[in-house]
């Protein structure tokens, strides 16, 4: 009864070959044509799988659109000197001093040299003669670094303002379409890596309407910042290149933080004109950090935690979290960014569009600053804008402290770029 039932399908059925295989009146064919249909079973089945993977990839597609608008918003532009603190303010700090003088006693090298006038003219006799014997540590330019990052991460903004250089002294002048932009426009804005940095707020601006939009672009309208990072006072250990960071962000994006893969970096000694891309947030590494190392990177973004008063090893915020500190928060966090290198953390794989994003067209152009004819200008600059300026440094004082920023829209034309999921499933 059922291989009659099973006959009458096969003669019956749609599927090519199943009644070829029965009706076929020698051995060899119904062979051939079973092989046939297995073989076209496994690649149907095969496909499948290709389809299915290809789905659970999220494959993303991705559209552009051009627009020109009669006016753009400003971009918000953070600007950060490279070295975090003051070196002079940190002998007051003894969480600060004891990373620095750590590095001292473990590299052996003389706290005096940073003293002297001329690094280049100290006798190093003693401190070589103890090296000598010592193998190089391969972790000279990073470990006391990042140890001396994570304790200034739980430093509160009251304090740190102390350790950091004053506004006066490290923005020299600021004009935006040629009106000064000091004072109000001016906020600052926390970064693990540089400290206290200061925000120009476009919509705080009178030369710009009410929430920081723009009729106009191309150099006429730039913001131009003169500044000063003082490398004197440089933290041993800590800052290896004078120089500025320089982040741009959408008047309208709420940031908590300035993270440094989001600046380009501008040396002393230089003129940079820069016109920036608004790029996606995603803090995946911050959060994958939290999770494997049990610390926050950026704690001050959870508490502002006064580091005289309280051992780090007692700091922890009212969601229990702990700032990374301890050399084993340092290792972990270098074991993580090694198995980046190979591997996306699976929570970053969740960092995935619908994102939407609008960006203006990149551009930056550097050059060599300031012309001789125009170190009399800097001069007078610096006699009325500088504290601490004395007039007797010269050349070299410019080309190795100061550095010129201009910021600009190259057009009021920009791109909108819509990404989205390749394949969804319908509800």
């Known amino acids: 009864m059922v291989k009659e039932k099973v006959g009458e399908y096969m003669d019956y059925a749609s599927i090519h070959g199943i009644g070829r295989m029965k009706n076929s009146p020698f051995i060899f064919l119904k062979i051939l044509w079973i092989v046939a249909l297995v073989a076209s079973l496994a690649v149907i089945a095969w496909q499948v ?26 971009p918000g532009v953070t ?7 003051m070196n002079s303010a940190i002998q007051n700090s003894s969480q600060l001093l004891e ?44 470990y006391i670094k990042e140890q001396f990052k994570m304790r200034l991460s739980v430093v509160d903004n009251d304090d740190l303002k102390e350790l950091t250089q004053h506004i006066h002294d490290f923005i020299l002048l600021c004009n935006f379409a040629g009106t000064n932009c000091s004072g109000t426009v001016m906020n600052t804005i926390r970064s693990y890596d540089y400290g206290l940095c200061y925000y120009f707020d476009p919509s705080k601006h009178s030369a710009l309407e009410p929430g920081g939009k723009i009729a106009a ?3 006429r309208y730039a913001l131009e910042l003169l500044l000063n990072v003082e490398q004197s006072d440089f933290v041993p250990f800590v800052t290896s290149s004078p120089g500025v960071a320089i982040g741009i962000h959408h008047p309208e994006e709420n940031i908590t933080f300035f993270d440094v893969d989001e600046s380009i ?14 790029q996606c947030k995603r803090d995946c590494f911050y959060k994958y950090i939290l999770t494997k190392c049990k610390c926050y990177m950026n ?19 009212d969601q229990g979290i702990a700032p990374c500190h301890t050399d084993e928060h340092y ?3 270098q074991n993580i960014q090694i198995q980046n290198i190979k591997l996306t953390p699976e929570v970053c794989l969740q960092c995935l569009p619908p994102c939407f994003e609008t960006y203006f067209e990149k551009d930056v152009a550097i050059s060599t600053w300031p012309s001789e004819n125009f170190l009399p200008i800097i001069r ?14 010269r050349e070299d004082y410019v080309r190795n402290n100061l550095a010129l920023v201009r910021i600009y829209l190259k057009s009021l034309t920009f791109q909108t770029m819509t990404e989205e999921y390749s394949y969804s499933v319908r509800k």
Do not use: M
């Open 265 to 278: 970096f501008v040396p002393t000694g230089f003129e940079a004109s820069i016109s920036l891309t608004q």
């Open 217 to 219: 672009a191309g150099r």
């Open 49 to 74: 799988s290709e389809l299915y993977s290809k789905y659970k990839s999220y494959p993303i597609s991705t559209s552009i659109e051009v627009t020109t608008a009669q006016k753009l918003y400003f």
């Open 99 to 142: 990373v620095v003088n750590e590095g001292y006693d473990e590299y052996f090298i003389d706290a005096d040299a940073f003293k002297a006038s001329d690094v280049n003219d100290y006798n190093y006799t003693v401190s070589d003669n103890l090296a000598s014997s010592k193998p190089l540590d391969q972790n000279i330019l990073w």
């Open 299 to 317: 704690f001050f973004e959870h508490a502002y935690i006064n580091i005289t008063d309280v051992p780090l090893d007692e700091i922890v915020d």
């Open 380 to 393: 007078r600059i610096l006699t009325k804008q500088y504290s601490q300026w004395d007039g007797s440094q």
């Open 331 to 333: 290792t972990c966090i």
């Open 79 to 85: 600007i950060c000197n490279t070295n975090p603190v």
